[in-house]
């Protein structure tokens, strides 16, 4: 595997695209000598034939307004690899929304299905529709619309699709009742469903739950617990929530939240009340968590800044790629921040991972740490397929074990000779050990 080469033609295949290549790029770094390791993956070219989606659909979405004027979003679906599974992730409605973004997130989904080790290819989808402000009425009407289009490439054994940004319970029902309408089955194509129609317990605290639990192992790596840790988050939706009521139960500390508008500092903790008025946000889709200061007087709150200057011993992003960078990567080392987990979709640059790695914190990729969601949506599909529901312990259990195991595949490719864990390589290597061999199993099929 010739490393800058690879790379040259990544970059002259995938002009004005820097979020794929930033993806593709670090998985690139961290597995060529992996690779160079084991001739078997040059003979069959299977990181030139990774590197490639299987499938990209982009399509048109029109619907009306609840003025009767006609609006246009696009659509998308990139299917990126089948190997092990149905494609498989979710869906965001953001104004963002570009090719760009959909085959990042298709390319990570890729690997962290893989490492969940449950039968899942990686996918993803959205439109650049925004859903902020947008009457009940507007949000089914695109949401059928959306679905109009995308049920003529999706099914239970195919591509099942899930929630991300901007698509939560009330998204996933518009459209799943569209699917039924139009394809006349009640299957498991979707999940993230409602508990009355196949939705599985805890899907909605999953992903938070499960970066927990990841973190957990972090910490008992290097002989260390949670009680007492001082915990800045961003975001506010179903991931940081989640994240905030894992912390609050196993002794943790949560001073800081955040939204676009800015972001939250409480030293009395952010928990109880405070955790499900979190949840209040979330449900009136403002975007804002400015009223935090004005229900709870223990709150400040700071406009227009994120919450990675609040001196914390761990720093967990769960809003958007890249939200976390250089200077602030810099600012949390400085302040003797010990652990930085993404929660989000490849939250932090790469020019942050790479200085929070000099200084030897302990630094968990998006594609370990966030795998909880897929993890559980993977469990709710099982639980159609068997058409049965499992106890919120039950799945409890299995998610906790399944990010248990994703971090044990971390250590194991990913300890270094000076024993500091690169969690990042060991997450690739275990995520694409999977998926290769099974496409050289396959035969040259992609």
Not at 147 to 158: D, N, V
Not at 250 to 273: F, H, N, Q, T
Request: aromatic letters at 8%; one cysteine or more.
């Amino acid at each position: 595997m010739d490393l800058h080469k690879l790379i040259a033609e990544l970059e002259a295949k995938n002009p004005a695209q820097p979020l794929y290549i930033q993806a593709a790029k670090e998985v690139l770094e961290t597995i060529v000598d992996f690779v160079n390791e084991n001739p078997k993956y040059d003979k069959y070219a299977i990181v030139e034939r990774i590197l490639e989606p299987e499938r990209i659909i982009q399509f048109k979405v029109t619907w009306v307004d609840d003025n009767g004027k006609i609006q246009i979003n696009r659509g998308f679906r990139v299917q990126h690899n089948m190997a092990i599974g149905p494609y498989k992730g979710g869906i965001r409605f953001h104004k963002n929304v570009t090719v760009d973004t959909m085959k990042f997130l298709a390319f990570e989904q890729t690997f962290k299905n893989s490492l969940t080790t449950l039968p899942m290819g990686g996918g993803k989808g959205g439109s650049d529709f925004d859903p902020t402000g947008k009457s009940e009425g507007e949000v089914m009407r695109f949401c059928q619309a959306f679905m109009t289009e995308l049920q003529k490439y999706i099914g239970a054994e195919t591509d099942v699709p899930a929630g991300d940004i901007g698509v939560g319970g009330r998204e996933i029902g518009f459209m799943y009742g569209q699917y039924k309408r139009l394809r006349g089955e009640h299957v498991g194509v979707l999940t993230g469903k409602g508990l009355n129609w196949g939705g599985s317990l805890i899907r909605p605290e999953a992903t938070g739950f499960g970066s927990i639990y990841f973190l957990e192992g972090m910490l008992a790596a290097k002989k260390d617990t949670l009680v007492g840790k001082r915990v800045a988050l961003s975001g506010y939706g179903n991931v940081a929530w989640g994240a905030a009521l894992k912390l609050e139960e196993l002794g943790a500390k949560v001073v800081a939240i955040s939204g676009p508008d800015g972001y939250i500092v409480d030293e009395d903790g952010i928990k109880g009340d405070k955790i499900n008025y979190m949840d209040e946000l979330l449900a009136t889709r403002n975007n804002v968590v400015a009223p935090f200061a004005t229900k709870y007087p223990s709150a400040k709150f700071v406009a227009g800044k994120r919450p990675w200057e609040v001196k914390v011993d761990i720093a967990i992003p769960c809003a958007i790629q890249n939200e976390l960078g250089i200077e602030d990567a810099k600012v949390l080392a400085a302040n003797g921040c010990k652990y930085v987990v993404e929660t989000s979709n490849m939250g932090c640059t790469a020019e942050a991972v790479t200085y929070l790695q000099s200084q030897k914190i302990s630094f968990a990729p998006g594609k370990a740490a966030n795998a909880g969601g897929v993890a559980t949506s993977g469990l709710e599909m099982s639980q159609n397929s068997m058409k049965l529901a499992w106890t919120r312990e039950e799945v409890d259990a299995k998610l906790n074990a399944i990010m248990n195991n994703i971090h044990e595949n971390c250590v194991k490719y990913g300890t270094e000779k000076d024993g500091y864990i690169n969690y990042v390589k060991g997450a690739n290597i275990a995520g694409f050990i999977k998926v290769a061999d099974s496409m050289i199993d396959q035969g040259v099929a992609y």
